[in-house]
């Protein structure tokens, strides 16, 4: 158990429709990392948030936002969502408050499947 | 950007077996490699990772290996169990803990009893 929770495990949503991620870093994390796992893809960093602020913007789409709030828990939220959204999506947490880590420690992510 | 390649996409091998997984990356600036190990249904789980100023690592039956110079690193495991059947994804990124990991596309290792 890494210590990062997501919910919810599974997700089943029809085209056009959004859904909303949620995931608790490690406790004492102060950053959050967003990835995307699909079969054509790989894993694909999508956006970082360290304390709130976004740091980091890597391959997520305009439908696609997300945002890090005071207790340092996060949310992906997803629209206008297509099938080719359909995908294992991970959150992953580091840089603890009193230890200067750098490792990501991934939580078990969401199966999204877009009907 | 940087891009990790790694191979093979595949490895077989019978239990007590080693498995060597290679990987390399193109932006000499990345300072960090971590491997992760994802099994079916879990979330990739950091197995092992090493800094670019050190050339070996090991823990127990995993070693990583680092050629900063070829810009290439490996993951070895020796006494290969049934246990260890999963896919493994090296990755690469600088080590500021504000950067995003770069993957490898994934090596799913089988071992055999």
């Known amino acids: 158990d890494s210590g990062v929770t997501q919910t919810p495990k599974h997700l089943i949503t029809a085209t056009g429709q959004r859904v909303t991620l949620r995931c608790s870093p490690r406790?004492?994390?102060?950053?959050v990392y967003w990835y995307q796992q699909s079969l054509d893809q790989g894993l694909q960093f999508l956006i970082q948030?360290?304390?709130?602020?976004?740091?980091a913007k890597g391959n997520i789409l305009e439908r696609f936002s997300a945002q890090q709030f005071p207790d340092l828990h996060s949310e992906l939220n997803l629209s206008s969502l297509e099938l080719g959204d359909s995908a294992l999506y991970f959150c992953?947490?580091?840089?603890?408050?009193?230890?200067?880590?750098?490792?990501?420690?991934f939580g078990p992510g969401t199966r999204l499947t877009v009907t | 950007g940087e891009n990790v390649e790694q191979h093979p996409s595949t490895l077989s091998v019978q239990e007590g077996d080693s498995a060597v997984i290679k990987c390399t990356y193109s932006?000499?600036?990345?300072?960090?490699f971590p491997w992760y190990k994802q099994e079916l249904g879990k979330g990739p789980q950091l197995i092992i990772d090493?800094?670019?100023?050190?050339g070996e690592k090991k823990d127990q039956r995993i070693a990583v290996t680092l050629n900063k110079t070829a810009k290439h690193f490996s993951l070895h495991i020796t006494e290969t169990q049934p246990e260890d059947s999963a896919v493994y994804f090296c990755?690469?990124?600088?080590?500021?803990?504000?950067?995003?990991?770069?993957f490898g596309t994934g090596t799913r290792l089988l071992v055999s009893p």
């Open positions: 990755a690469a990124s600088m080590r500021t803990g504000f950067q995003k990991l770069v």
């Open positions: 932006d000499s600036a990345s300072n960090y």
């Open positions: 948030y360290y304390n709130g602020e976004e740091r």
């Open positions: 992953a947490s580091s840089v603890g408050r009193d230890r200067p880590t750098y490792e990501q420690y």
């Open positions: 406790s004492g994390d102060l950053s």
């Open positions: 090493i800094r670019s100023n050190v």
